[in-house]
């Protein structure tokens, strides 16, 4: 009787399988995988695929980008051929018709000049040539015509104009993001540049009054510091190349707090402690030292007793780690991130916020600088650095002087 | 042996290693000594930890005991693993270094600009240090076995732990000097004791025995079988026997055993009259893979030979821990002098096993009968000096033998821990390194358990094979070749490299058990690396529009000198 009843079972399991299969076939139809009505379905439709059309041109109008985005910017409009060109050249052209190529770029000439856009038949002796109406949409970005969308169709029609105008519209916002990333990335060379132009002209002032005070009294002390002080600059001022390594990084800090001390004597105590596999790792040309200034400062401006700044690089599988630590007055955390955001200018020097931003846009976000302090509670500033990443090198070799 | 020693002397050695790690920083408290604190490894350091993290289980105890057991031929293989520094010297030392690649991986993507080849450079680093820590682990049971009678499992297993809570802890924050602190002290527990043992052969009268006769007895002996074997008889041989022959039971009876194979069963005690010459064994089948693969050997003794030797000098540019210290090196000029200095200081460091190996022949040559021939080095002071003496110089090497498992491991732990938390698991941080150690180091662990009885320089070879096939193209080519193109590239690592892991594969499964398919697959490097390069260099031939676009530049980074690039770059 058992025995019947597994059978009964065993030959019902394919049945029921193949019962809830069906139901769930059938099923589906109705529910448009939870997706709403047709109209809202067809809006997610337009929505996503915009949205696959949109990562290309962050890049900017070139032949590439076009031609990755081309045919995602077609089927939102459903035409039979779409084409981008710039203002000396057709960039792409999706579809059919593409021998229309040269009339329409003779045809582009007064839409780009005008920034208007406009509709035109297109002469054509193919007969069963699907092309025979070009809509034009111009690119602008910042008012400035960049280039021009043009939308081809078999008949007029006064949808795909508008269609096409809003289409240009989306494509010429994506432009300006584009226009926008580049000016940021400009805008942090010009950073660089700036910082290392002005390395710190307090600095500067400070360094020649405390040799100056030595020149009578002790001349060979004067003399070493303005050795100090010419290899500190001969390093800061260097030209070529964007990245330095950590031993050199690490000279040229050697070389400030010597001129540092020189100002303030014993009360400035600093420990170093290095791994010295990590030495080699190529980092931002003076990434650290605005580090170790600003711990300086924190230290010892605006107090009376001692100072001790502890600097550790470490060894940590694929990166390095360098931690810059002080016992100083600290700092609001949340005043520091709002440096840190841009949103209000620090008191003095470029400092930490410019630091931060040229890791994260050398080694990406992750890298960033992290940085544990409170009021009175010394501030301990955490840099994670890969010890290799693509385009990254330094310039020269270690000097081992 | 007695415990008593060697194991103070164990945990002696994993404490200094941990202490060195941990607190072997450069510290400087005041400005003037800032500039000692950072200054760069010099190349003599370097070679050192270079030296100390390379010399592993198979140059420590696997040599002498492949001396012991196969005789003079098994000298390619200390020959070759030093030339392997050699050919790294020529081609690839300095060039790799101008490169800024920390890790192989790092290096396919910096000249090929390609993340898929990069991706497949790592599994092979994961591959690669895998094979390379399971003889590792094997080692260090054997050691802990003999020394104390330990399971065969646990040595192992205090290794694996101890490294992988070492390297995850982020205790090896100065690997470089714990390294070379390892390789002075596995010098030292070679070289102290080889003085007394030499001392000892020469008051025994010095002794001599030919390479070419099969080794004797010198003096009554009785050997305990511990897994069942097969002798194999050219002449008939007198013994005592207590245990089971062929078949049949006997109780301490003397027997005179006919030229032919017997087969002796597990438990057996054979006690040998001084004189005899020592019989060959093999492993009854489907046992141990040790004597098939030293069968393979004596069937194509050339082939073999061959074999190794282009699996070990193609295949040390391709270890990933070797590559990791190169990056220490501050430039190219420097990464050519540690080259120069790892080879005095290996090849200083090689001299040594043999002489072990040819006293293990004179005095412990019943070690072949058991299969515990890698075990020579452990046994010897205590059985030619003995006493007080013998103990304290056994418990020595056992030392530099765990230092040489937890050098070699802890380097390979760190390369594929990174590779795996780099490129295999989701994201990064401190946490997903804890893992990928983890995983790094419970792998070849489980296999250990799994595959065992290769013997440990043998195993070493395995993964040679599969460095010299993948990464001695990838790396030869890459840097002297301006035509290797990213399908190039991947398509001969994964010929070149999967079919002598294939090979490898199928070796350590056992299969197939004899013949001329078994020394193929024994020793692929012959004819996988061949067949890497060809592949790589037909593939990127054919596909020539893939040059990645700044090949010229980054070429010329890898062959101009620093200063020369620098001027380079600014004009």
Not at chain 2, 163 to 169: D, E, G, I, L
Not at chain 2, 186 to 213: C, I, Y
Not at chain 2, 411 to 435: C, E, I, M, Y
Request: hydrophobic share 50%.
């Amino acid at each position: 009787m058992s025995g019947f009843l597994a059978g009964l079972l065993i030959a019902a399991l394919p049945l029921l399988a193949s019962g809830f299969w069906l139901g769930r076939r059938t099923a589906r139809p109705t529910g448009l995988g939870g997706l709403g009505t047709p109209v809202e379905h067809a809006t997610f439709e337009t929505l996503h695929t915009a949205s696959l059309a949109a990562p290309p041109l962050r890049a900017g109008l070139t032949e590439e980008t076009a031609r990755r985005s081309a045919r995602r910017l077609r089927s939102l409009l459903g035409t039979d051929a779409l084409c981008l060109a710039d203002d000396r050249q057709v960039l792409v052209w999706d579809g059919a018709g593409a021998h229309h190529r040269a009339e329409v770029m003779e045809r582009l000439a007064g839409p780009l000049a005008t920034g208007r856009g406009e509709a035109f038949p297109l002469g054509c002796h193919t007969p069963d040539c699907p092309v025979r109406w070009a809509v034009v949409a111009p690119l602008t970005v910042d008012d400035r015509v960049h280039g021009a969308l043009v939308a081809c169709a078999p008949r007029e029609s006064a949808v795909l104009v508008r269609a096409a105008g809003e289409v240009a519209r989306w494509v010429s916002v994506q432009l300006e993001l584009a226009d926008l990333d580049a000016s940021r990335t400009r805008l942090i060379e010009a950073e660089i540049r700036a910082l290392r132009a002005q390395i710190s002209p307090h600095f500067i002032f400070n360094s020649l009054a405390v040799i100056a005070s030595f020149v009578r009294t002790d001349p060979e002390r004067a003399r070493e510091l303005l050795l100090e002080f010419a290899d500190f600059t001969r390093y800061s001022f260097r030209r070529h190349g964007d990245f330095t390594t950590l031993a050199d990084e690490l000279h040229a800090i050697d070389h400030y707090l010597a001129l540092v001390r020189a100002r303030f004597g014993d009360r400035l105590s600093v420990t170093l402690q290095v791994a010295p596999e990590v030495l080699p790792v190529a980092l931002p040309f003076l990434c650290l030292q605005p580090l170790v200034e600003n711990a300086v400062k924190h230290g010892l401006e605006g107090r009376t007793d001692d100072c001790r700044i502890q600097i550790t690089a470490q060894d940590a599988g694929a990166e390095a780690l360098v931690v810059i630590e002080d016992d100083g007055t600290g700092m609001d955390p949340v005043l520091l991130r709002r440096i840190l955001a841009g949103e209000v200018s620090p008191s003095g020097g470029i400092g930490l916020s410019n630091v931060d931003d040229r890791l994260r846009q050398v080694y990406g976000d992750d890298h960033g600088l992290v940085i544990e302090t409170a009021p009175g509670a010394g501030m301990k500033i955490t840099a994670r650095v890969p010890k290799y990443q693509p385009g990254v090198h330094s310039a020269g070799r270690p000097t081992g002087t | 042996m007695n415990p008593g020693y060697a194991v103070p002397a164990v945990a002696l050695v994993v404490v200094a290693t941990v202490l060195v790690g941990a607190f072997g920083l450069r510290m400087s408290r005041t400005t003037s000594d800032f500039y000692v604190a950072s200054r760069t490894v010099g190349p003599r350091l370097n070679a050192a930890a270079i030296s100390g993290e390379y010399l592993s289980a198979a140059s420590f105890l696997g040599i002498a005991g492949l001396l012991l057991a196969q005789g003079p031929d098994m000298l390619w293989y200390p020959v070759g693993y030093t030339a392997g520094y050699l050919v790294l010297l020529l081609f690839v030392a300095a060039p790799l270094r101008r490169s800024g690649a920390y890790t192989l991986p790092d290096f396919a993507e910096a000249r090929l600009a390609s993340r898929p080849v990069r991706r497949l450079a790592g599994t092979f680093v994961v591959g690669v240090g895998w094979l390379y820590l399971l003889p590792q682990l094997q080692g260090a049971g054997l050691t802990l076995t003999v020394l104390t009678g330990a399971p065969d499992w646990l040595g192992g297993v205090i290794v694996a732990a101890v490294v992988t809570a070492t390297v995850a802890a982020g205790g090896m924050r100065s690997i470089t000097f714990v390294q070379a602190f390892q390789y002075w002290l596995k010098l030292t527990a070679l070289l102290v004791p080889v003085l007394f043992l030499a001392a000892a052969w020469h008051a025994d009268g010095s002794p001599r025995h030919a390479f070419e006769e099969p080794a004797a007895f010198r003096d009554q002996r009785t050997v305990r079988v511990g897994d069942r074997l097969d002798l194999k008889l050219d002449h008939p041989l007198t013994v005592t026997v207590d245990g089971t022959v062929d078949g049949r039971p006997h109780q301490d009876t003397r027997l005179t055993l006919p030229a032919g194979t017997h087969r002796i069963e597990h438990g057996t005690r054979l006690t040998f009259a001084p004189g005899t010459p020592v019989p060959a064994a093999h492993r009854a089948p489907g046992d141990a893979l040790t004597p098939s693969h030293a069968e393979s050997r004596g069937e194509r003794p050339l082939y073999a030979t061959y074999g190794l030797i282009l699996a070990t000098f193609l295949g040390t540019m391709g270890l990933p821990h070797v590559v990791v210290r190169f990056y220490t090196s501050p430039h190219g000029v420097a990464a050519r002098r540690t080259t120069v200095a790892v080879l005095a200081l290996i090849g200083a460091f090689y001299l040594l096993p043999p002489v072990y190996g040819a006293l293990g022949r004179l005095y412990a040559p019943e070690l072949t009968l058991t299969g515990d021939a890698d075990a020579a080095v452990l046994l010897l002071p205590g059985r030619m000096i003995g006493g007080v003496g013998g103990d304290l110089l056994g418990a020595l090497v056992a030392g530099g033998a765990f230092a040489a498992f937890l050098s070699t491991a802890s380097g390979l732990t760190l390369a594929v821990a990174g590779v795996l938390t780099q490129d295999v698991l989701p994201s990064r941080g401190v946490r997903h390194f804890r893992l990928g150690t983890l995983i790094a180091m419970a792998v070849p662990l489980g296999a250990s358990a799994l595959v065992g009885g290769l013997p440990v320089a043998d195993a070493v070879g395995l993964a040679f094979a599969v460095s010299a096939s993948s990464f001695c193209p990838l790396l030869v080519l890459g840097i002297w070749w301006r035509r290797l193109t990213p399908p190039g590239a991947a398509a001969g690592m994964l010929i070149g490299g999967g079919s002598a892991f294939a090979a490898v594969a199928a070796t350590m499964a056992g299969f197939p058990g004899t013949g001329t398919a078994h020394a193929l697959l024994a020793w692929p490097a012959l004819w996988s690396v061949p067949l890497g390069f060809l592949t790589m260099v037909l593939v990127s031939l054919a596909t020539p529009g893939r040059v990645p676009v700044g090949t010229a530049a980054i070429l010329a980074r890898f062959h101009l000198p620093e200063e020369l690039h620098t001027e380079v770059t600014t004009a």
